[in-house]
C-alpha cells in the first residue's frame, strides 16, 4: 500500500499499514472474493487494497470529480455520483458488502440511505465519527463552542457534517428502519478498537467514532 | 508476429476490403447491401492470442485515419492525441483498427460510390443507414479479419454511439467499451441543428436532387453553411470567447459590410472551407440521418438498462463539462441503466471550456483516466504491456 504517505481523511489516525483506522476495519470484516460497492470511496483507498488483496470485485460512488478520476486512472471502476440520489439505480441485493465510510453525517437523508444501503447489499458497513464522544460533549459545555475533534475537524460554518449523530442515536435509528445490527465496533481516541466498550452507553462516551455491520432483516 | 490477415488493396484509403459477398449485410431499412467495399487503417499487431484488437469508431466528419497522416488534408490523425507509441492506445501493446462508416466518403460504399445497377453513383437511391448498420459493418470486417473479441471498442461523439450499439448487440465480443462524449438517444436539439445543415446542402442548386456527380459540380456553400453550423455546436461559449472574442479579422474597425470582420467569421468560413475539399455532401445527408435515429432505448420498450442486460462489457464513460451537443447529464442517463444492470461502470467528467471538441483535444485528464482504465484493463485481459 501505499497509503502511508496519503494524509489521513478528516484527521483521523492512521495505523501502520497505511490505512484509516476505519478502513482497516472494513477491509477486515469483508469476505475474500466478495462484490463491493463503495459509497464515497474517496481516492479508492479501500476498493485498491480490496481488489489487489483481497480477490473483490470492487465499484466505487463518489461525488468529488478529482476523487473519481483518480480512481479510474488507477484502474478502480468508479462512477461520479451522489449517495442521496444514485443509490436507487442499483439492482436489489446486487452486493455481498455496501460500504458507506465517514460519509453518513454529509448525506441529506440518512434513514433513506441506510435504507438503500441493506437493500443493495447483503451487508451494509457504516462508519462515522461519533457525537456522543466525551470530548465534544465537553467542547460544548465548558467552551460553549462547536466542537471540534480529530474526527470533526471542519468548523461550523463550513463542514458537510449536516447529520451527525451518537452511537446511541444510530442504533435507535436501526431499530426504527428494521435493521439488523449485525456488528458494532466502537474505537477509541488511539484509533484502536476498545474492547473495552461493549456496553452501548459506555462506547457512546468513549468511542470517538464506531463501525456498524447491518443487514435488512428478514422477517421485516 | 505476422498478421495472419488477408491484406487486400492498399491505396490512398487505407485498406479496402469487400464484404457481404456470401451473404449481403440487412439493413435496418430492409434492403439489402452487398457486396460492398469497407475501407480501414490498422496500427500494430495482432498477437498470437488475438485478444488485442482495439476498434475505434469515428465520429460524424472522421475516417480512418485515426493516427496516420490524411491523405486529403495532409493533416495528422483525429486522435494521434491518444494513439501512437506510449500513448493511452499505444500500437506495441495493441492492435488499433480503424474504419471508415457505412455511408461515408473515404473508401467504404456510400451515396458516392457506383451503384453495380446502374452504374452511376448511387445518390439518393443510396438506402438510408442507421448507427446499428455501421455496426454489422464493423462487425463483418472483424470477422474477416479472423477477430473473435475484440478487448476495445472506444469512439466519441458519433463513434460513441457505435460503442453503445457495439456493446448492447455484441456483449460477447467486447470486453471493453468506452463511450466518449456521446448519448443513447440524438436530441431534439441535435436533430435540429442537423437538419440545419441538411437543408443547407439541399437548398444550394448545385445538390441537383444528389445527383450531383452527373453534372461535374458539387454543393460547396450548402455543405460548407452545414460544417460552418455544425462546427458552432462543438464549441462552447467560454471557448469561443477566449479565441476570438470580438476581435476583428485583419482590420482596424468594422467595414460596415458583410466581408468577415470579425475573426470567429473568418475562422468558421475557414472550417466551412476546409471541410468541402475533404467530404461528400451526400455523406453528410447519410451520416446526420443516422445519428438522428439513434435512440438505443427505443428497441426495448424506452427502458435503456434492458439494452444492457447481464452485460460483462466493462464500461468508462467520459463526458465534458461543457459539452452541451452530449451534455454530461445525458452521459449520466448511460451510466443510470448501466448501474440499474450491475454492469461494471467507470464514469468521469472533465473540467473543460473546450466544448464537445474536448474529445479530440489534449485533455489531460482524458489521457490518465483511458491510461489508467485500459492498462488495467489489459493486465486482467492478460494482455503483456509494451
Known amino acids: ?220 | 508476429m505476422d498478421q495472419p490477415i488477408e491484406t487486400h488493396e492498399h491505396n490512398r484509403e487505407g485498406f479496402t476490403v469487400t464484404l457481404g459477398k456470401e451473404s449481403p449485410l440487412k439493413l435496418d431499412c430492409g434492403v439489402e447491401l452487398g457486396p460492398f467495399t469497407v475501407a480501414y487503417q490498422t496500427y500494430g499487431t495482432l498477437n498470437a492470442e488475438r485478444n488485442n484488437t482495439v476498434l475505434v469508431c469515428h465520429a460524424l466528419s472522421g475516417d480512418q485515419f485515426v493516427a496516420s497522416t490524411h491523405p486529403l488534408t495532409g493533416k495528422p490523425g483525429w486522435w494521434h492525441i491518444l494513439v501512437g507509441p506510449g500513448r493511452p492506445l499505444d500500437p506495441d501493446r495493441y492492435f488499433i483498427v480503424c474504419a471508415n462508416v457505412l455511408g461515408g466518403c473515404m473508401g467504404t460504399v456510400g451515396p458516392a460510390s457506383k451503384d453495380p445497377n446502374t452504374g452511376h453513383p448511387y445518390g439518393l437511391s443510396f438506402p438510408v443507414i442507421t448507427i446499428a448498420d455501421m455496426v454489422r459493418a464493423q462487425a463483418m470486417l472483424i470477422d474477416h479479419l479472423g477477430i473473435e473479441k475484440l478487448f476495445c471498442v472506444i469512439g466519441g461523439s458519433m463513434g460513441g454511439m457505435q460503442v453503445l450499439q457495439w456493446a448492447s448487440m455484441y456483449p460477447d465480443r467486447v470486453y471493453t467499451a468506452v463511450p466518449v462524449g456521446t448519448a443513447a438517444r440524438h436530441s431534439a436539439q441535435n436533430i435540429a441543428f442537423h437538419e440545419v445543415g441538411r437543408q443547407a446542402i439541399m437548398a444550394d442548386p448545385e445538390w441537383r436532387g444528389g445527383q450531383y456527380y452527373l453534372h461535374g459540380t458539387t454543393p460547396r456553400a450548402g455543405l460548407a453553411v452545414a460544417r460552418m453550423a455544425a462546427h458552432i455546436t462543438y464549441l462552447s461559449e467560454a471557448a469561443l470567447r477566449r479565441k476570438f472574442g470580438r476581435k476583428l479579422q485583419d482590420r482596424k474597425e468594422v467595414t460596415y459590410g458583410f466581408d468577415a470582420d470579425f475573426q470567429v467569421e473568418s475562422y468558421l468560413r475557414h472550417q466551412g472551407i476546409t471541410f468541402v475539399e475533404r467530404f461528400d455532401p451526400n455523406s453528410y445527408l447519410y451520416i446526420t440521418r443516422a445519428m438522428d435515429y439513434f435512440d438505443m432505448a427505443a428497441e426495448h420498450g424506452g427502458v435503456l438498462a434492458k439494452s444492457f442486460k447481464g452485460t460483462a462489457v466493462r464500461f468508462c464513460l467520459v463526458s465534458f463539462s461543457s459539452d452541451w451537443l452530449f451534455p454530461t447529464n445525458e452521459m449520466r442517463e448511460i451510466v443510470h441503466a448501466l448501474n440499474a444492470v450491475a454492469a461494471d461502470v467507470s464514469f468521469v467528467e472533465i473540467e473543460t471550456d473546450k466544448g464537445h471538441d474536448a474529445f479530440l483535444l489534449d485533455e489531460p485528464e482524458l489521457h490518465m483516466t483511458l491510461g489508467g482504465f485500459l492498462s488495467a484493463a489489459a493486465e486482467r485481459a492478460g494482455i503483456g504491456s509494451p
Not at chain 1, 34 to 45: K, Y
Not at chain 1, 58 to 64: A, M, N, V
Not at chain 1, 160 to 165: A, K, Q, R, S, Y
Not at chain 1, 185 to 190: D, G, L, Y
Request: aromatic content about 6%; overall charge positive.
Open chain 1, 1 to 220: 500500500m501505499t497509503g502511508a504517505a496519503r494524509s489521513p481523511a478528516h484527521g483521523i489516525e492512521v495505523q501502520q499499514t497505511g490505512f484509516r483506522v476505519d478502513l482497516r476495519l472494513i477491509a477486515d470484516m469483508i469476505a475474500p472474493g466478495a462484490r463491493v460497492l463503495d459509497v464515497g470511496c474517496g481516492d479508492g483507498q479501500l476498493l485498491q487494497h480490496l481488489t489487489r488483496n483481497r480477490d473483490v470485485t470492487g465499484r466505487g460512488i463518489e461525488l468529488s470529480q478529482a476523487g473519481v478520476n483518480a480512481c479510474v486512472g488507477r484502474g478502480l471502476s468508479v462512477v461520479q455520483g451522489d449517495a442521496d440520489t444514485d443509490l436507487r439505480d442499483y439492482p436489489t441485493q446486487a452486493f455481498d458488502y455496501v460500504v458507506l465510510s465517514q460519509t453518513l453525517q454529509a448525506t441529506r437523508r440518512p434513514r433513506q440511505v441506510i435504507t438503500e444501503l441493506v437493500r443493495i447489499g447483503r451487508h451494509a458497513i457504516i462508519s462515522f465519527p461519533n457525537f456522543g464522544y466525551w470530548r465534544v460533549r465537553m467542547s460544548l459545555l465548558t467552551q460553549g463552542r462547536m466542537p471540534r475533534t480529530p474526527s470533526l475537524t471542519h468548523k461550523w460554518h463550513d463542514t458537510p457534517n449536516i447529520h451527525l449523530c451518537t452511537i446511541l442515536d444510530f442504533t435507535e435509528l436501526c431499530r426504527d428502519l428494521g435493521v439488523r445490527i449485525d456488528r458494532h465496533v466502537p474505537i477509541n481516541s488511539r484509533g484502536r478498537v476498545a474492547p473495552l466498550l461493549a456496553s452501548n452507553r459506555l462506547a457512546n462516551l468513549f468511542g470517538e467514532q464506531a463501525v456498524f455491520q447491518l443487514s435488512r432483516r428478514t422477517d421485516s
